[in-house]
C-alpha cells in the first residue's frame, strides 16, 4: 500500500463502548497528525506527533488518547465520548514536524456516537 | 488565538472559468497553507505560502503578509477542482496549532 491508510472507515459506537482508530503511513515520513473535521466547524488540529513523540495537544478532552509507538503507525483510542465528538477524524503525515509542511492525509475515519 | 476569514463562503461556476479565494488573517502570517478537500472527503496541501507566490499547474497562491491575506488563483476550472478550499496558519510563529479557516465551497459546473 502507499500514501496513508486509516481504518475504519466508518465506526458507530456508544457512549461507554472503548474503541481505536489506526493511521499508517507508507511515505517514510517522520511526523504524524490527528485532526478533527466536524459539521459545520473548522477543521481542528488534535495531535502532532514528530519522531514518535507528541509536540502538540490542542486542548483536546481526555476521552481522546494518541498512541504513536513508531513513525509510521498512530493510533487514536477513544473511550465514553460524548454524541458531539461524532465526526470525520483524519490523520496527516509529513516529513518534518512543525510547523507541518506538505502535509499527506488519508481518507478518514467516519464516527458516530450513539 | 489567530482568526482566519475566507471569502467567498460559496462560489459557482462554469467550467473554464477563473476565480479567486481569498484568506484574511487577524495576526501575522507565519506558516500559511492552502489545502482541497474534494466532494468524497480527501483532503490535499496545495501550498505552503508564507509569503510570495508559487504556481502549480493551474493554481497559483499569493500571500501578502504585510497586509495579512492570501490569495488562491484557479483558472481554466474543471469539475474536479470543485469542493471545499481550506486555508490555515499556526499562530505566534510556534507550537500554537494550525487554525484553519471555515472554507469556501466551490462548485464547478460542467
Not at chain 2, 497559483?60 to 481550506?86: C, K, M, N, P
Request: hydrophobic share 30%.
Amino acid at each position: 500500500e502507499t500514501g496513508v491508510t486509516q481504518t475504519p472507515r466508518h465506526l458507530v459506537m456508544g457512549m461507554t463502548n472503548k474503541k481505536s482508530l489506526k493511521c499508517e503511513q507508507h511515505l517514510g515520513h517522520n511526523a504524524m497528525y490527528w485532526y478533527k473535521q466536524s459539521a459545520k466547524k473548522p477543521l481542528e488540529l488534535m495531535f502532532v506527533y514528530s519522531l514518535e513523540e507528541r509536540v502538540e495537544n490542542n486542548s483536546v478532552p481526555s476521552r481522546f488518547s494518541p498512541e504513536c509507538p513508531n513513525s509510521s503507525h498512530l493510533f487514536l483510542h477513544l473511550h465514553t465520548l460524548q454524541p458531539e465528538d461524532s465526526a470525520l477524524y483524519l490523520c496527516a503525515s509529513s516529513p518534518t514536524g512543525w510547523p507541518p509542511y506538505e502535509q499527506y492525509f488519508g481518507p478518514g475515519t467516519r464516527l458516530t456516537v450513539t | 488565538g489567530i482568526q482566519v476569514e475566507q471569502s467567498p463562503p460559496d462560489l459557482i461556476l462554469q467550467e473554464g472559468a477563473n476565480s479567486t479565494l481569498r484568506c484574511n488573517f487577524s495576526d501575522s502570517v507565519n506558516n500559511l497553507q492552502w489545502f482541497h478537500q474534494n466532494p468524497w472527503g480527501q483532503l490535499i496541501n496545495l501550498f505552503y505560502i508564507p509569503s510570495g507566490t508559487k504556481q502549480n499547474g493551474r493554481l497559483s497562491a499569493t500571500t501578502v503578509a504585510t497586509e495579512r491575506y492570501s490569495l488562491l488563483y484557479i483558472s481554466s476550472s474543471q469539475t474536479t477542482d470543485s469542493g471545499v478550499y481550506f486555508c490555515a496558519d499556526t499562530s505566534g510563529g510556534g507550537a500554537d496549532g494550525l487554525t484553519f479557516g471555515k472554507g469556501t465551497h466551490l462548485i464547478i459546473q460542467p
